[in-house]
């Protein structure tokens, strides 16, 4: 089967740090991908990770540990533009799915 | 360049009554997605197609959704006799090919069936 698991909501304060958990369960993995996306509009993509790691890119990193089936997304100096929805995802090729969405976290920063 | 259009960007339908969405994904990508996202819910993965090979439909959640891809560009995802369940936002989404990591969403289409 295919689990994918994300907190539901989180809030953190303009300027800190939040991290952003996923777990997931998969018969294969070929990929972790982590999208934005603001109240009523498309996903964007933000990351993807294969291997083990952290991967930065600007203000946003994304870790992958691939033996305990967690990925966090790091974002730092928290701007309000920042409040959307995170959503995790995983490539599974020994499924029938290209891409295995989480319900995502949404994300508020406040002043 | 432009990106994935989608086409109505609201549809309000009767029930029993059929739609039709409209997907153009961006030029010379090869793969296209169907999702649907309901209130609250992650991405559910509806269809895709590769190239001009037979579309993978294991996602389709009944026969009364279906879909094609004309020319290997313009997708068209068609629901018959719709319920109110149907009621969701319809994401499409393409990339380079299947192989490739980075999907790029449309704007989305909102289905409401009253």
């Known amino acids: 089967g295919q689990n994918i698991d994300q907190p539901t909501e989180m809030t953190a304060t303009e300027g800190a740090i939040v991290q952003i958990n996923c777990t997931y369960q998969?018969?294969?993995?070929?990929?972790l991908f982590w999208y934005q996306q603001h109240a009523g509009e498309a996903p964007t993509f933000l990351s993807y990770?294969?291997?083990?790691g952290l991967e930065e890119k600007g203000r946003f990193s994304s870790f992958l540990s691939r033996s305990k089936g967690y990925s966090y997304l790091l974002l730092k100096e928290l701007q309000m533009k920042d409040s959307a929805s995170y959503l995790c995802?995983?490539?599974?090729?020994?499924?029938?799915?290209?891409?295995?969405f989480g319900k995502g976290t949404r994300l508020s920063v406040i002043a | 360049g432009a990106g994935v259009s989608q086409s109505p960007s609201n549809k309000v339908t009767e029930k029993g009554k059929d739609v039709e969405l409209r997907c153009d994904p961006i030029?010379?990508?090869?793969?296209l997605y169907w999702y649907r996202q309901s209130l609250g819910q992650g991405l559910e993965f509806l269809i895709y197609?590769?190239?001009?090979?037979?579309?993978?439909k294991s996602g389709l959640p009944s026969d009364r959704f279906s879909a094609e891809r004309t020319g290997g560009s313009v997708s068209t995802l068609t629901i018959q006799r719709t319920q109110q369940e149907d009621s969701a936002v319809y994401l499409c989404?393409?990339?380079?090919?299947?192989?490739?990591?980075?999907?790029?969403f449309g704007p989305g289409t909102r289905l409401t069936v009253t």
């Open positions: 989404a393409s990339s380079l090919d299947q192989g490739t990591y980075e999907q790029y």
């Open positions: 998969t018969s294969g993995f070929n990929g």
């Open positions: 990770n294969v291997l083990d």
């Open positions: 995802a995983v490539r599974d090729p020994s499924g029938n799915t290209p891409l295995v």
């Open positions: 030029s010379g990508h090869t793969a």
């Open positions: 197609f590769q190239g001009n090979s037979a579309p993978d």
